[in-house]
């Protein structure tokens, strides 16, 4: 039987300190250069950094030095995101310029991937509008070596692992596909079962692991319960061993992300964020036996 990695990335939020998304800044407030070396001091092989953060590092050290810097302390895996309203006029700014940069920072860093959002709630009724600008922007992708991967969220217009699916089917291009996060999975009410069956191995770009409590507070959005009450894997209700065993049995052999967002989480400091992150990770990974794929 062959392993399946246990290789963990830290994404975005997991290295941001008291940055939150949609906030007034997503900017972290640790550095870039602290964020590498604490990623790789916890034994992380990878991280991901958002437009902000980019925007920082391309008018300070620039990406070049970045990249040497992860080179050096063994990161080999930096992802960047988020590109937002790659549906509209492909020469409308700002949105341009967001892909812009961060198609540089990708081209620089060697990005396996470049996250992209859904449009905003209500679910879409219709994917058709969504296909063409997708693969326009999947051929932009393919000319700089990277993937374009898609993050379905249960509170956005395309609000399911399924629905998500279907737009990369219709697609249909090699450097368009999907990141699959346990959280988003869940809140969606999708079972693993429909989960297992809905994926196209080959359109799996990234993977993201967290936790939650079985219903959000009364009170709080699906938005709000995601940016500040998700759980560290295993501390919560979510089926994250379940879902760590399905998709290996997908056939998922890449790393795994770890996308810790919470209150708790921003209070900690940096290595201790990390070294939760990292701990409850791999002992759910221990319990799903994902370590080895189905015979």
Same mark, same amino acid.
């Given at each position: ?47 991901? /950094? ?12 620039? /990406? ?158 699906? /938005? ?72």
């Amino acid at each position: 039987m062959s392993r399946v990695s246990q290789d963990l990335v830290a994404t975005c939020w997991t290295t941001a300190g008291t940055a939150v998304p949609d906030g007034p800044s997503e900017r972290s407030s640790f550095s870039a250069r602290e964020r590498v070396s604490a990623a790789a001091d916890a034994g992380f092989v990878g991280l991901g /950094f958002v437009v902000d953060d980019l925007e920082v590092v391309r008018d300070s050290i620039g /990406f070049e030095a970045l990249r040497e810097h992860a080179e050096r302390v063994g990161i080999r895996h930096l992802e960047v995101e988020l590109v937002k309203d790659w549906w509209r006029d492909p020469d409308e700014r700002p949105w341009r310029a967001r892909w812009e940069l961060l198609a540089e920072a990708a081209r620089v860093f060697g990005s396996p991937m470049v996250k992209i959002a859904p449009p905003p709630a209500p679910t879409v009724d219709s994917l058709e509008p969504y296909v063409g600008p997708f693969r326009r922007l999947a051929d932009e992708a393919a000319g700089i070596g990277t993937r374009l991967a898609l993050e379905p969220l249960p509170f956005a217009g395309i609000s399911s692992m399924p629905q998500g699916s279907e737009l990369v089917r219709a697609v249909d291009h090699p450097h368009a596909g999907l990141v699959v996060d346990s959280w988003h999975v869940f809140r969606a009410g999708t079972s693993l079962d429909e989960l297992r069956h809905t994926l196209d191995p080959a359109t799996v770009v990234g993977v993201e692991v967290n936790d939650a409590d079985a219903l959000p507070q009364p009170g709080l959005s699906l /938005f709000e319960d995601t940016r500040d009450n998700r759980r560290y894997p295993g501390e919560g209700a979510q089926d994250v061993v379940g879902f760590l065993r399905t998709m290996a049995e997908v056939g998922w052999s890449g790393p795994w992300g770890v996308e810790m967002l919470s209150t708790e989480h921003r209070a900690k400091s940096l290595a201790d964020a990390l070294d939760a992150a990292r701990d409850t990770t791999l002992r759910c990974l221990r319990l799903a036996g994902a370590d080895r794929q189905p015979a």
